[in-house]
């Protein structure tokens, strides 16, 4: 699978063909944030989704932390008790590989089978190949599903990575591509062809195969 069917394949995914169990919003900084807890609000309020879940940790590496975003979401209109904190090891640090790891082991414990993914549009890509990843290697009964962060201005300068890395939304596309590769070298992600073969089983049961 080319990275650019991939992509297209992660941007515009129809989703399961029944309610999610959940869906997490992967950390963004305050910058950001607004991309995953409007998509958030918006799985809610479609019945798409059972509750929201949010890293349930304190503001650390740019996140403002679980209660920050939890009031968020309740400004929005979502109910307080449809909003959970996943528990992030407080010996890792807030990152897409820990925040990951952190939900597949939340799915697995609490009998989660469906789960939406939620991330700013620039990250939505490596989000998805990352817990797919750790997915094959922990919880392969899990099925994710992509929802797409909702699109805020490409030319705005942010804080993104931890809240170190500063540039425009646009210039934040090109680094993700350079993280995937990197990581990937390093053994943290699966191949493309492994991703292929996971979305192929994912959606066989709703193509009555």
């Known amino acids: 699978m ?5 992509l297209t394949r992660t941007l515009c995914d129809p989703g399961p063909e029944i309610k999610a169990d959940g869906a997490y919003l992967f950390g963004q900084t305050a910058d950001n944030q607004q991309s995953v807890l409007e998509a958030g609000e918006s ?9 929201l879940l949010i890293p349930g940790s304190a503001p650390q590496g740019g996140y403002p932390g679980f209660q920050a975003w939890h009031q968020a979401l309740i ?30 082991r ?30 094959l290697r922990e919880f392969p009964k899990l099925r994710v599903y992509n929802q797409v962060g909702t699109a805020l201005l ?13 540039c425009t939304r646009s210039e934040l596309i090109q680094s993700e591509l ?15 062809e492994e991703i292929s073969r996971y979305l ?5 049961a709703r193509l009555g195969m």
């Open 2 to 6: 080319h990275v650019i069917e991939l």
């Open 43 to 51: 799985l809610m309020n479609q019945h798409r989704a059972q509750k």
């Open 75 to 104: 400004a929005l209109g979502i109910e307080e008790t449809d909003v959970s904190g996943v528990p992030v090891s407080l010996a890792s640090s807030l990152n897409t590989l820990t925040e990951a790891q952190a939900l597949v």
């Open 106 to 135: 939340y799915a697995e414990t609490n009998h989660l089978a469906r789960v939406f993914i939620v991330a700013a549009p620039f990250h939505q890509l490596r989000a998805f190949i990352t817990t797919v990843s750790v997915v």
């Open 154 to 166: 490409w030319n705005e300068t942010v804080y993104h990575s931890q809240g170190t890395l500063q």
């Open 178 to 192: 350079v993280r995937i590769e990197r990581y990937r070298r390093k053994g943290d992600l699966v191949s493309e």
């Open 200 to 204: 192929h089983w994912r959606d066989r």
